[in-house]
T-cell receptor, first 111, second 115 residues
Framework: DGGITQSPKYLFRKEGQNVTLSCEQN?????MYWYRQDPGQGLRLIYY???????QKGDIAEGYSVSREKKESFPLTVTSAQKNPTAFYLC??????????FGPGTRLTVL | AQSVSQHNHHVILSEAASLELGCNYS??????LFWYVQYPGQHLQLLLK??????LVKGIKGFEAEFIKSKFSFNLRKPSVQWSDTAEYFC?????????????FGGGTRLMVKP
């Protein structure tokens, strides 16, 4: 059963804490992406990676960090420097220059 | 910077009504265009896409979209909506000259179909 999994589904964080969101895919896609979804703003790109051990900042990378040590995995860390982290986070993957496939998302709430 | 505009944030229709959701983008070069749908509690999934060729593209579940290059538009249409079409719809644009596959998304349109 191929696809993209994200965990956890819901995550609560205290102010000042770093948290890491997991994204795993078994589609053998080279490229992976992290988006943030806020009401009325659509999806905004945080980071993307076209190949293992390489990643690039998207439009709203400040306060976030990523790693790409394996093709299947692209974890996102929301750091304490992110001023407004409460949002719905979506991970996606693709064969480069083809359509992106999305995971189910993680809803992060800062308490 | 490239932007994608979806004019209607919320749309309410009765079943069997016709649907047209607007999407305009600001990039002047060659683009690839997408419509994604997010049903309540489900993954974002692709409805249809335009890369080249016939500007009228047909997608899943009876949806279609027309690319009008002169108007920088890619409006989504369905002749007769069903209650199950209740969802949020996102237009996305990919510039055809970038080295990666980055999409720029519109703000989304929430469609509610009344039974």
């Amino acid at each position: 059963d191929g696809g993209i999994t994200q965990s956890p589904k819901y995550l609560f964080r205290k102010e000042g804490q770093n948290v890491t969101l997991s994204c795993e895919q078994n589609l053998n896609h080279d490229a992976m992406y992290w988006y943030r979804q806020d009401p009325g703003q659509g999806l905004r790109l945080i980071y993307y990676s076209q190949i293992v051990n390489d990643f690039q900042k998207g439009d709203i990378a400040e306060g976030y960090s990523v790693s790409r040590e394996k093709k299947e995995s692209f974890p996102l860390t929301v750091t304490s420097a992110q001023k407004n982290p409460t949002a719905f986070y979506l991970c996606a993957s693709s064969i480069v220059v083809h359509e992106q496939f999305f995971g189910p998302g993680t809803r992060l709430t800062v308490l | 910077a490239q932007s994608v505009s979806q004019h209607n944030h919320h749309v309410i229709l009765s079943e069997a009504a016709s649907l047209e959701l607007g999407c305009n983008y600001s990039y002047g070069g060659t683009v690839n265009l997408f419509w994604y749908v997010q049903y309540p509690g489900q993954h974002l999934q692709l409805l249809l896409k335009y890369f080249s060729g016939d500007p009228l593209v047909k997608g899943i579940k009876g949806f279609e979209a027309e690319f009008i290059k002169s108007k920088f538009s890619f409006n989504l249409r369905k002749p007769s909506v069903q209650w199950s079409d209740t969802a949020e719809y996102f237009c996305a644009v990919r510039k055809n000259n970038n080295a990666g596959n980055m999409l720029t998304f519109g703000g989304g349109t929430r469609l509610m179909v009344k039974p």
